[in-house]
C-alpha cells in the first residue's frame, strides 16, 4: 500500500505563487513516477504534471507548461508541484497518484488517470480574479 496526504493548497490572488507538496508512504517510494491532477469546479479531473522515479523526466499538462514545475526528493519521499502564474482558471481540487509500476513512462500513458493506482485526497486551490 501506498498513503499519499497532499498540502500546501489556499487562496491566491491571480498572478501569485503557491507550491503543493505530497508526502508519500508506503511501499519502495522511489519506484514510483507520480503524477498531480486536478479537478475544476464542475468538470472531469484532468491531467497537470508528472515526474519520472529518478526525477530525469517531466510531463505537463499545455495549459500549465512554462508556469508549473514538478520536482521530487526521494530522501524526504515528496513530490512538489510549484505553481506560478497563476490563473483563475487554475482554481482545482488538485491530487498527487502514484503511477502503476512496470508500466512504460510515456507521455501519453502518464497523462492517463486510469494508470495511477493510488492517490491522494486532494487539496483545493482557489485563484482569485
Known amino acids: 500500500q501506498v498513503q499519499l496526504v497532499e498540502s500546501g493548497g489556499g487562496l491566491v490572488q491571480a498572478g501569485d505563487s503557491l507550491r503543493l507538496s505530497c508526502a508519500v508512504s508506503?511501499?519502495?517510494?522511489?519506484?514510483?513516477?507520480m503524477g498531480w491532477f486536478r479537478q475544476p469546479p464542475g468538470q472531469e479531473r484532468e491531467f497537470v504534471a508528472a515526474?519520472?522515479?529518478?526525477?530525469?523526466?517531466?510531463y505537463y499538462a499545455d495549459s500549465v507548461k512554462g508556469r508549473f514545475i514538478v520536482s521530487r526528493d526521494n530522501r524526504k519521499n515528496t513530490v512538489d508541484l510549484q505553481m506560478n502564474s497563476l490563473k483563475p482558471d487554475d482554481t482545482a481540487v488538485y491530487s498527487c497518484?502514484?503511477?502503476?509500476?512496470?508500466?512504460?513512462?510515456?507521455?501519453?500513458?502518464?497523462?492517463?488517470?486510469?494508470?495511477?493506482?493510488?492517490w491522494g485526497q486532494g487539496t483545493q486551490v482557489t485563484v482569485s480574479p
Open positions: 497518484a502514484a503511477y502503476k509500476p512496470g508500466l512504460p513512462l510515456t507521455a501519453a500513458l502518464m497523462r492517463n488517470q486510469n494508470e495511477y493506482h493510488y
Open positions: 508506503g511501499r519502495t517510494y522511489t519506484t514510483y513516477a
Open positions: 515526474i519520472s522515479w529518478s526525477g530525469s523526466d517531466t
